[in-house]
């Protein structure tokens, strides 16, 4: 079964610092891998997304992920905090056999000080 | 554009009470999913449809859930006898085809008192 770890549950970076979210997964077939980003009462929305291709892969506002398959990481990076990007993140994976249901982290909140 | 639409945003219901979620996909998404987000946790998959067929309902925590999509289209997600532990945020996702991109909806927020 396929499972991924956030491995902090709050990380707090000044404005203009960079940003470094962390992921490991589990996965026992080749994975899809995405970040999803959760703002105060909003939907969740798709961040980027890795579904085998480049291994770095580029997403909105900034964001970057760079999947590790002899590390089973894909951290979220941006390389300058903007105080919009205070929410919720969540790192997700999805077996490409399957094609159904996502597995959730159970999140990092990114807050971002002045 | 018209994204994944959720009725009603929140719902307070007493415990015991049966109460009926909806959820409007993105027009031509044929799948649908739905998921609980428990008060900070992440979601937690519920159950899936392809058109209306219930693919996969693995997730649902009891057989006081139940969901149905009955013209592939709408879909609503009913709990029986609410307990308190039925708090949560119900998600709804929808994708199109075999594009596993999922869409979601801003949520429906349940509180069981």
């Known amino acids: 079964a396929q499972s991924v770890t956030q491995l902090d549950s709050h990380v707090s970076v000044s404005e203009g610092t960079p940003v470094l979210l962390r992921c490991n997964y589990s996965?026992?077939?080749?994975?899809?891998l995405f970040w999803y980003v959760q703002h105060p009462n909003k939907g969740l929305q798709l961040l980027l997304k890795?579904?085998?291709?480049?291994?770095l892969v580029k997403g909105i506002n900034g964001f970057e992920a760079e999947f590790k398959k002899s590390e089973t990481s894909f951290h979220l990076t941006k390389p300058s905090a903007h105080m919009s990007d205070a929410a919720e993140y969540f790192c997700?994976?999805?077996?490409?056999?399957?094609?159904?249901?996502?597995?959730f982290g159970t999140g990092t909140r990114l807050q971002v000080t002045l | 554009g018209a994204g994944v639409s959720q009725s009603p945003r929140y719902k307070v219901a007493k415990r015991g009470q049966d109460v009926a979620l909806r959820c409007d996909p993105i027009?031509?998404?044929?799948?649908l999913f739905w998921y609980q987000q428990a008060l900070g946790q992440g979601p937690e998959f519920l159950t899936y449809?392809?058109?209306?067929?219930?693919?996969?309902k693995s997730g649902l925590p009891s057989d006081r859930f139940f969901a149905e999509r009955p013209e592939g289209s709408v879909s609503t997600l009913k709990i029986q006898r609410t307990q308190q532990e039925d708090s949560a945020v119900y998600l709804c996702?929808?994708?199109?085809?075999?594009?596993?991109?999922?869409?979601f909806g801003p949520g429906t927020r349940l509180t069981v008192l």
């Open positions: 996702a929808s994708s199109f085809g075999t594009i596993i991109e999922q869409f």
């Open positions: 996965s026992s077939y080749s994975p899809s």
């Open positions: 890795y579904t085998s291709a480049a291994t």
């Open positions: 997700v994976v999805i077996n490409t056999g399957t094609a159904s249901k996502l597995t």
């Open positions: 027009s031509g998404h044929v799948s």
């Open positions: 449809f392809q058109n209306e067929a219930q693919l996969d």
